[in-house]
């Protein structure tokens, strides 16, 4: 399963800006007749080196960090190393156990196995944690730091020969650190025991994620089958603030660019599996909010079927303007209530009865809930490693939150689910007062109902919040100004949910959460300070401080314009260029 990005285990955490590098280093290489590590800059004022050799791990850059601090000292100058401001790193050094031995020591075949095994931890670490297991322990790397300090020192002889100390000793000693290394190697990785000095389950661990990362970056055949595996973020502010960790899904990352792609997946192959698609019937009719329909479009394209899309008019002009450029014939209704006989879902219903057409009745076809079920829950348990103690996720047709929290309960019963509900919507008062009523309204899209639904039928949270659109903007805007993620408002209002419900559990705990889609689809609402004004919610601090920001860099834009004069010459220079841009030719 795909973990983006990779989490150590237990107490690693993750974000965008904490997975930059936490040194800078430059490409040339240690020549210690080896090519591995890189060199960072030295300075000639110390006569020892003292150097964090650090594991490769996957950044959002597509580049590579490193982690695992692992020191190694010898009579060189040490190294002048610059710290990543966004994350402090504690100092190498042997009050954490580190691999500390002076390159006399380590000569020979010995000195290269030391390198051998630290390079390829560079394949399998992850992350730096706060307490980085180590792949040999401390002892065995004292004791023969002990036996090689004595067997140097001048007038030392061994214990078989009581000869002085020669070549063939030498050889003899690097044997027996290699053995020794060799013995610490085969007992980290076969003792699955974690009383075990030198077992590290965070190797393991990192060894396992490397492997199911590689294996799932596949060639995917066409849109249905690029659908899921969508990675695994820390959120570091949220975590931050309620002392948890808490995980969101980047389901933005579909090939439709929302977490309903899923569904559509699983309507469609339902629907050609039962002879409802294929053929001379090419048709298919959705009521929907946007997302899913987007989707059954995209996927619809390579199979030659046409969508019809119903939507109520309160949806964004956005969406509706993708719609179109994805294919789909959209045809706009009022909005009503859900008891109103024109709701856009009853009248999507009608219409696909009149036209002989498919209906995909995302709110009650159980393939919606399906799809969570095998694909979302299954990759959230394996990229939390099964260490989860929360799920958090609003409801539209609430097949998200009833397929994952389906497949989670069955693997950890005692999982505390939660629902996050909008103002407008009845499913928080029916979950916490056994009555179903709505009071107040929302501005955000996509999520909220006002019955139970054929996904919801079986479906029982173990707690429910109310999200208002101030709380649920809040965390839309520090997504994206703390964790450069810009995302729709119902993924703020699952964020919002999941910290009420760090809160509610205590400091320690693991939380998931869903982020829906991407906050393109909405720029003419939650991202305009003109609408959000007129609404009294509030605005992002970045578009506020954009015209501060712009009258301050004015002066320089300015300058870097070309005197007229210039601009005349050169003009005349190319006057006879017809590639020149605004050529009549």
Aim: charged share 20%; glycine share 8%.
């Amino acid at each position: 399963m795909t973990v983006f990005p990779l989490l150590p285990p237990k107490t690693g955490k993750m974000s965008l800006r904490s997975a930059l590098p936490t040194f800078s280093f430059t490409p040339r290489v240690l020549l210690w007749q080896h090519r591995v590590f890189p060199r960072p800059s030295i300075s000639q004022s110390s006569s020892r080196i003292s150097a964090g050799l650090y594991g490769a791990s996957c950044m959002p850059t597509g580049s590579v960090s490193l982690s695992t601090p692992v020191t190694v000292s010898s009579e060189m100058p040490r190294l002048q190393l610059q710290k990543n401001p966004f994350r402090e790193v504690p100092q190498a050094g042997n009050e954490l156990g580190f691999l500390s031995q002076p390159r006399s020591a380590l000569n020979g075949v010995a000195f290269e196995k030391v390198l051998a095994l630290f390079a390829g931890t560079l394949e399998s670490r992850i992350a730096p944690s706060r307490n980085p297991p180590f792949l040999v322990d401390k002892k065995t790397f004292t004791s023969t730091r002990k036996q090689s300090s004595e067997a140097n020192q001048p007038g030392n002889q061994t214990a078989a020969t009581g000869q002085p100390t020669g070549r063939s000793e030498n050889r003899q000693e690097n044997r027996m650190q290699e053995n020794n290394l060799r013995s610490a190697e085969q007992s980290t990785i076969s003792s699955p025991e974690p009383g075990n000095p030198n077992f590290s389950r965070g190797a393991l661990a990192a060894g396992k994620r490397r492997r199911e990362r590689t294996s799932a970056l596949r060639v995917c055949e066409n849109f249905l089958d690029a659908v899921g595996m969508t990675p695994l973020i820390y959120l570091r502010r949220a975590s931050q603030e309620t002392h948890c960790d808490i995980f969101a899904k980047c389901e933005f990352n579909n090939p439709g660019g929302s977490v309903k792609d899923r569904p559509a997946k699983y309507i469609l192959e339902q629907a050609e599996k039962e002879g409802r698609l294929g053929g001379s019937q090419n048709w298919i009719v959705e009521g929907s909010a946007g997302n899913t329909a987007i989707g059954l479009a995209l996927a619809s394209k390579p199979r030659g079927y046409r969508v019809v899309c119903v939507i109520p008019d309160t949806q964004t002009q956005d969406k509706k303007d993708m719609l179109k450029v994805c294919g789909a014939l959209v045809v706009e209704v009022p909005f009503h209530k859900v008891w109103h006989p024109d709701h856009f879902v009853a009248f999507s219903g009608r219409l696909a009865s009149v036209m002989n057409a498919c209906w995909g009745n995302q709110f009650d076809n159980l393939a919606n809930q399906l799809s969570h079920y095998e694909t979302t829950g299954p990759e959230i348990w394996d990229q939390m490693d099964g260490r989860i103690d929360g799920f958090v996720s609003a409801a539209g047709t609430g097949g998200t939150v009833s397929g994952v929290s389906r497949y989670l309960r069955s693997q950890h019963p005692e999982i505390q689910i939660a629902l996050a509900d909008i103002p407008g919507s009845a499913l928080y008062r029916y979950f916490t007062e056994g009555v179903l009523r709505a009071e107040g309204a929302s501005v955000v899209e996509n999520i909220g109902q006002g019955r139970i639904t054929g996904q919801l039928q079986d479906f029982r949270p173990d707690v429910a919040f109310e999200i208002s659109d101030v709380e649920s903007l809040t965390w839309t805007h520090s997504l994206l100004e703390d964790e450069g993620l810009a995302v729709g408002m119902s993924s703020g209002v699952n964020v919002a949910a999941a910290v009420r419900l760090a809160k509610r559990l205590g400091p320690g705990h693991r939380i998931c959460t869903i982020l829906c889609d991407s906050g393109t689809r909405y720029a003419k609402k939650q991202w305009n300070i003109s609408f959000l004004r007129e609404e009294g919610l509030p605005y992002p601090r970045l578009l506020a401080d954009q015209k501060r920001e712009m009258s301050a860099i004015m002066e320089a834009i300015h300058v870097a314009y070309a005197p007229q004069h210039v601009v005349e010459r050169i003009e005349k220079e190319h006057e006879n260029d017809i590639s020149a841009p605004g050529s009549k030719l």
